[in-house]
């Protein structure tokens, strides 16, 4: 490789980032969202990070498998078995996702925890502590939705027990049992109802969310538990 093929990728970049400054600034830009107050003894603040990393793996292994996924009582477990079985490294995206769904929420936990016992929810941090708990409602739903898509046995029975828990609220209970299954049992509809939160509504959610996590937390820095006054 000569010198001038191997400077190429790292010239064309330049100009590109140039051409990008020129207009937006987007250097500064870059450097002035990047810029975060971490306290220097700071241990356990690598936690969010991990559960943010672990949602974006979810991200990718999701929309590859949605790609071969067949949302119907017919084909559904089918589709999975065709996945695990035909597709190449389908075995691993499926096991990467499962995995992955349970690691996200028990690194969601261990966050919070973190979180709680640092008391890094006091003021001026009640927003981030407020935001963060509706991450963990939306993490908590992908893993409720995303259980029954498989289809087979036990996804249908969980589903079935777990809607029927929310028919124990008095007076609206069954009403909201109903909106769940999109109707008086699981079925077809239930399937695709919980196929359109798991890909569309609860995504879309915690992106939104995550987003004004993120910018708060960039705002304000991360709490020192050794501080000695508000910071
Ligand atoms: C999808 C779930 C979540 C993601 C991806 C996420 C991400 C993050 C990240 C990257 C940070 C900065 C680094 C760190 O402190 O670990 C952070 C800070 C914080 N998070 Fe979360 N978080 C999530 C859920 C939660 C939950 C469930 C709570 C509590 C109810 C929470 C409350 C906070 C607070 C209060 C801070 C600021 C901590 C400080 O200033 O020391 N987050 N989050």
């Not at 870059?30 to 990393?53: D, E, Q």
């Amino acid at each position: 490789m000569t010198q001038s093929t191997r400077a190429f990728p790292r010239r064309w970049f330049d100009a590109t980032m140039d051409w990008f400054d020129e207009r937006i600034a987007l250097r500064q830009l870059i450097a002035a969202s990047l810029h975060v107050v971490i306290p220097r003894r700071a241990h356990t603040y690598y936690l969010g990070g991990i559960t943010l990393f672990l949602f974006a793996s979810q991200a990718v292994t999701g929309i590859l498998l949605s790609l071969y996924y067949q949302p119907t009582p017919e084909s559904a477990y089918n589709s999975i078995l065709y996945i695990m079985n035909q597709v190449n490294f389908g075995w691993l995206m499926r096991s990467v996702h499962a995995w992955g769904a349970n690691l996200m929420i028990i690194f969601c936990v261990l966050h919070l925890l973190r979180v709680a016992v640092q008391g890094a929810y006091k003021k001026p941090r009640e927003i981030t502590w407020m935001v963060g708990m509706g991450l963990l409602f939306i993490t908590l739903g992908f893993g409720f939705t995303g259980y029954l898509l498989p289809w087979d046995q036990r996804a249908f029975w969980a589903t079935t027990v777990g809607t029927e828990i929310a028919s124990a609220v008095p007076l609206v209970g069954e009403a909201i049992r109903d909106f769940l299954r999109a109707g008086a049992d699981v079925s077809a509809l239930t399937l695709s109802r919980f196929l359109g939160v798991h890909m569309l509504i609860l995504p879309a959610s915690l992106v939104g969310l995550l987003l004004v996590h993120l910018l708060i937390i960039h705002q304000q820095g991360l709490a020192d538990p050794h501080a000695t006054e508000e910071q």
